[in-house]
Nanobody, 114 residues
Framework: QVQLVESGGGLVQAGGSLRLSCAAS????????MGWYRQAPGKKRELAAT???????NYADSVKGRFTISRDNAKNTVYLQMNSLKPEDTAVYYC????????WGQGTQVTVSS
């Protein structure tokens, strides 16, 4: 079992920044992919960004150039630095850990006001 604890969400004005953190604990594999997904009201959950344990990153087109994903393998923690936030970034952001199984965090709300 893997537990994920997210933090860092909140309310910010358009153009502002937030940093999300997700700490994983439990049966952590040395080879895994961690990432952030988001779900806006009435919409399907979608990819924001992922990062492998080797540091390879992947971003949704909608966040490229504004969001940066990083990780600290020693702390089993993944971060999402979100800059130049827009109202359309408003969503619940979920951390995901994957090897041959998937684990999800409980989600953290990000609200961007115009």
């Amino acid at each position: 079992q893997v537990q994920l604890v997210e933090s860092g969400g909140g309310l910010v004005q358009a153009g502002g920044s937030l940093r999300l953190s997700c700490a994983a604990s439990g049966s952590i594999s040395s080879s895994n992919v961690m990432g952030w997904y988001r779900q806006a009201p009435g919409k399907k959950r979608e990819l924001a960004a992922t990062i492998t344990s080797g540091g390879t990153t992947n971003y949704a087109d909608s966040v490229k150039g504004r969001f940066t994903i990083s990780r600290d393998n020693a702390k089993n923690t993944v971060y999402l630095q979100m800059n130049s936030l827009k109202p359309e970034d408003t969503a619940v952001y979920y951390c995901r850990y994957s090897t041959y199984v998937l684990y999800w965090g409980q989600g953290t709300q990000v609200t961007v006001s115009s």
